[in-house]
């Protein structure tokens, strides 16, 4: 059985190597065993906080869109190898003996930020392999028969769109996305 997860990044710069993830959400996005897709009544299953820099060159139109305080994080944020490690067992505990998936939009950007960090901090590693994800922009291309240029947040149908706003908070993207991702998943599943 997959066991999708919707995770959101909030960062000082475009790359990891070079500039330092903020913040960070996880939440349980469903579940499919190749037959039935296990839709969450609610979004409540989370994993959420913000991180110590772990490096001094940041891009201050970054911290303009996502609103954190990356003075203050020195201070009040987690440590990293805490927080990764924390995060991986966290998701192990929900996953059992099934197999976490990444879900994300796009999933590029918050892919390479989380799977660095894991890689980099976790004492256990990365929950999810070094592969195990799923683009919510590309499915919605395919599921629309659309480009993937095509399908920009400003341009989801209304039958696809989350009910919660995307705010650049990390929780509340990941839950947005969580409902983007279910709304496709029912909508080709209903199409199939």
């Known amino acids: 059985m997959d066991v999708?997860?919707?995770?959101?990044?909030?960062?000082?710069?475009?790359?990891?190597?070079?500039?330092s993830m903020l913040s960070f959400a996880l939440v349980y996005a469903g579940a499919f065993d190749g037959k039935t897709f296990y839709?969450?009544?609610e979004y409540i299953h989370n994993f959420y906080c913000e991180l110590r820099p772990i490096f001094q060159e940041f891009e201050p139109e970054?911290?303009?869109?996502?609103g954190l305080d990356r003075t203050a994080l020195f201070e009040t944020g987690?440590?990293?190898r805490v927080a990764m490690t924390s995060a991986a067992g966290w998701i192990e505990n929900i996953v059992g003996k099934a197999e976490p998936?990444?879900?994300?939009?796009p999933l590029s950007f918050d892919w390479t930020w989380m799977y660095w960090y894991f890689v980099q901090f976790s004492e256990i590693g990365s929950p999810f392999g070094f592969s195990k994800c799923?683009?919510?922009?590309?499915?919605?291309?395919?599921?629309?028969?659309?480009?993937?240029k095509s399908v920009g947040k400003d341009r989801i149908p209304n039958v696809l769109k989350s009910k919660s706003?995307?705010?650049?908070?990390?929780?509340?993207?990941?839950?947005?996305?969580?409902?983007l991702f279910s709304n496709?998943?029912?909508?080709?599943r209903h199409n199939g």
């Open 39 to 41: 839709e969450p009544p």
């Open 101 to 105: 998936i990444f879900v994300a939009y």
């Open 184 to 188: 496709i998943f029912r909508l080709e």
């Open 165 to 179: 706003p995307h705010t650049h908070n990390a929780l509340d993207d990941a839950i947005s996305q969580a409902e």
């Open 78 to 80: 987690q440590d990293p």
């Open 62 to 66: 970054a911290l303009e869109v996502n």
């Open 4 to 19: 999708y997860f919707s995770v959101d990044v909030e960062t000082d710069g475009p790359i990891p190597g070079r500039f």
């Open 134 to 148: 799923f683009d919510i922009k590309t499915a919605m291309a395919l599921t629309l028969g659309r480009t993937v």
